[in-house]
């Protein structure tokens, strides 16, 4: 069965720094891959997504994210961080069989002044 | 192009009650997903329809929750009766059809409170 790692369970970068948030994979083929963005009492909006081609992706809000197969490795970057980026970010997995999406745990976002 | 529309946004009931969200999908989507998000974790799949049939719904909790969409547009969860590790928020998605049906658009959600 597929499933989402993402390691860390709370980062806090101070506003203006790079931000890089760990997400890894476990599924035998190359899966689909996003990265959703969940603000308190919102539901999850889309910031970027991969299927196949060049492996770095750009999103919005200034988000881009590298799939490595390597290292089964799907992680968001964004050069400088904004003090309205703080939510919770999800990365989800879907294998072209079903189109279920499998979520990791989350990384909650905190930026300090 | 207006998104996913859930309703009610809250709600707070007691224990052994009954309770039912509603979920609109974006127009033209085929398919709809439901999803349990427990506070601290990922949301996790309940059921998933294509037009007005269940696609999978191996994780839903057969015994209190019931889904239907039974004319391929909006749709209805159910819990009946609600126990107390049923608070949480309930998401609904919907995805086009095609290769790009693998995206899946997310409503605000409905927070249920059970007490």
């Known amino acids: 069965a597929q499933s989402v790692t993402q390691p860390d369970i709370h980062i806090t970068v101070s506003e203006g720094a790079s931000l890089e948030l760990r997400c890894n994979y476990s599924?035998?083929?190359?899966?689909?891959l996003f990265w959703y963005v969940q603000s308190p009492g919102q539901g999850l909006q889309l910031l970027l997504k991969?299927?196949?081609?060049?492996?770095l992706v750009q999103g919005i809000k200034g988000f881009e994210a590298e799939f490595k197969r390597s290292q089964s490795s799907f992680n968001l970057r964004k050069p400088s961080v904004h003090w309205s980026d703080a939510a919770e970010y999800f990365c989800a997995v879907v294998t072209n069989a079903g189109n279920m999406l499998t979520f990791g745990g989350g990384t909650r976002l905190m930026v300090k002044p | 192009e207006a998104g996913v529309a859930q309703s009610p946004r809250y709600k707070i009931i007691e224990k052994r009650q009954s309770v039912a969200f509603w979920c609109n999908p974006i127009?033209?989507?085929?398919?709809l997903y439901w999803y349990q998000q427990i506070l601290g974790q990922g949301p996790k799949l309940l059921i998933q329809f294509q037009n007005n049939g269940v696609v999978d719904d191996s994780q839903l909790p057969k015994d209190r929750f019931s889904a239907e969409r039974l004319k391929g547009v909006d749709s209805t969860l159910k819990i009946q009766p609600a126990k107390l590790e049923d608070s949480a928020v309930y998401l609904c998605?919907?995805?086009?059809?095609?290769?790009?049906?693998?995206?899946?658009?997310f409503g605000p959600g409905t927070r249920l409170t059970v007490l």
């Open positions: 991969y299927f196949s081609g060049d492996t």
């Open positions: 599924y035998g083929a190359t899966p689909y």
């Open positions: 127009s033209g989507h085929a398919t």
């Open positions: 998605a919907s995805s086009s059809a095609g290769q790009g049906g693998f995206t899946q658009y």
